[in-house]
């Protein structure tokens, strides 16, 4: 005779079976794509021969590397030159970490060291950044300037509207800096800067730095480098404005949302005209995103839990379903 609890595991898995069964989607999940990349909802099994992980990352479907193993916009390169294999979106933005759950991408921080002249009063670059891939939009990103005598302007996608601004001025003694900062490591102007104004479903931002015209001898070290930091914080220290860059242990890396950019809306791609390339699976709820970028992405409902953009993706947890089970 079987035990209560031997009972109620075999409940559970049979009620885990009974959900993924009845919401199975409709037998046609692929649609075609370009760039070896899907416009539809893939299974499991075709699936299977791509890589899961780079390095210690685990990779998640809309997310690939290879033919057939992304969404149009997702595509990921796993770089092992140096032996320890790091996983990049685009050229330049190092991910650490995907939850397709929760729709975020963790990234290592983006940085620039920009030499600016000494012996002028004026001095004006200019400095633009994008996003790696279609898929993905900024989510909480601040920017920090580390400088002295600088002035910093933030304008966005069109390089006209301003986002915000700040400026970074210093004392042309090291110690007075020491002082002043007191190893709070807030960026307010005094050494370093920070620009605070959302980010959120940016795609494109254009920088402009200027030197702010001065009778204070700054000191070289600290005037000739100006280094800019996009993450969701990072932690002032006097010493990353003489140094060739910031201590990146006091550096945070970005959180980028995942976004389904081919159509601008959940209507949009809901449409019977566009169903085909619609991302979600049938379990799946859509979410718009911001107006300004467009676009949408897809999550589980409820107590639901798992990938919401493959076949069957999204099932029941078993200790919600045993639950459920007892109280009945």
Same mark, same amino acid.
């Given at each position: 005779?079987?035990?209560?609890?031997?009972?109620?595991?075999?409940?559970?898995?049979?009620?885990?079976?009974?959900?993924?069964v009845?919401?199975?989607?409709p037998a046609k999940?692929?649609?075609?794509?370009?760039?070896?990349?899907?416009?539809?909802i893939?299974?499991n099994?075709?699936?299977?021969?791509?890589?899961?992980?780079?390095?210690?990352?685990?990779?998640?479907?809309p997310?690939?590397?290879?033919?057939?193993?992304?969404?149009?916009?997702?595509?990921?390169?796993?770089?092992?030159?140096?032996?320890?294999?790091?996983?990049?979106?685009?050229?330049?933005?190092?991910? !650490?970490?995907?939850? $397709?759950?929760?729709?975020? #991408?963790?990234?290592?921080?983006? /940085?620039? &060291?920009? =030499?600016?002249?000494? +012996?002028?009063?004026?001095?004006?670059?200019?400095?633009?950044?994008k996003?790696?891939?279609?898929?993905?939009?900024?989510?909480? !990103?601040?920017?920090? $300037?580390v400088?002295?005598? #600088?002035?910093?302007?933030?304008? /966005?996608? &069109?390089? =006209?509207?301003?986002? +915000?601004?700040?400026?970074?001025?210093?004392?042309?003694?090291?110690?007075?800096?020491?002082?002043?900062?007191?190893?709070?490591?807030?960026?307010?102007?005094?050494?370093?800067?920070?620009?605070?104004?959302?980010?959120? /479903?940016?795609?494109?931002?254009?920088?402009?730095?200027g030197?702010?015209?001065?009778?204070?001898?700054?000191?070289?070290?600290?005037?000739?480098?100006?280094?800019?930091?996009?993450?969701?914080?990072?932690?002032?220290?006097?010493?990353?404005?003489?140094?060739?860059?910031?201590?990146?242990?006091?550096?945070?890396g970005m959180?980028?949302?995942?976004?389904?950019?081919?159509?601008?809306?959940?209507?949009?791609?809901?449409?019977?005209?566009?169903?085909?390339?619609?991302?979600?699976?049938?379990?799946?709820?859509?979410?718009?995103?911001?107006?300004?970028?467009?676009?949408?992405?897809c999550?589980?409902?409820?107590?639901?839990?798992?990938?919401?953009?493959?076949?069957?993706?999204?099932?029941?947890?078993?200790?919600?379903?045993?639950?459920?089970?007892?109280?009945?």
């Open positions: 005779m079987c035990s209560t609890g031997v009972l109620l595991a075999r409940a559970c898995a049979v009620l885990m079976c009974w959900a993924v009845a919401r199975a989607p999940v692929h649609a075609a794509g370009t760039g070896n990349g899907h416009l539809g893939p299974t099994a075709s699936q299977a021969h791509c890589p899961s992980y780079c390095g210690d990352v685990k990779i998640s479907y997310f690939g590397i290879g033919p057939g193993c992304f969404r149009q916009g997702f595509e990921l390169t796993c770089y092992n030159t140096t032996g320890s294999p790091r996983l990049f979106l685009g050229n330049s933005t190092q991910v !650490t970490s995907i939850d $397709v759950v929760s729709n975020y #991408v963790l990234a290592s921080a983006v /940085g620039y &060291n920009i =030499t600016m002249g000494l +012996g002028v009063d004026t001095y004006m670059i200019t400095k633009s950044w996003v790696p891939t279609e898929g993905v939009i900024l989510r909480e !990103t601040q920017m920090y $300037v400088g002295c005598g #600088v002035e910093v302007y933030m304008l /966005g996608d &069109n390089a =006209t509207d301003l986002i +915000g601004s700040c400026m970074s001025i210093c004392p042309d003694n090291r110690e007075i800096m020491e002082r002043a900062n007191m190893g709070y490591g807030a960026c307010e102007g005094f050494g370093c800067c920070a620009i605070w104004s959302s980010l959120a /479903g940016r795609q494109a931002i254009t920088l402009k730095l030197r702010r015209n001065s009778t204070i001898a700054l000191l070289d070290e600290a005037r000739s480098s100006i280094k800019v930091i996009f993450s969701e914080y990072y932690h002032f220290v006097i010493g990353d404005l003489y140094a060739s860059w910031v201590n990146t242990s006091n550096v945070r959180l980028l949302d995942i976004a389904i950019t081919d159509r601008p809306s959940c209507a949009s791609a809901q449409s019977q005209e566009n169903n085909d390339t619609y991302a979600c699976n049938s379990e799946s709820i859509c979410r718009d995103l911001p107006v300004s970028r467009g676009g949408y992405n999550f589980c409902p409820g107590q639901m839990e798992g990938n919401p953009y493959v076949v069957a993706g999204c099932i029941g947890s078993c200790a919600s379903l045993c639950f459920f089970f007892r109280m009945t």
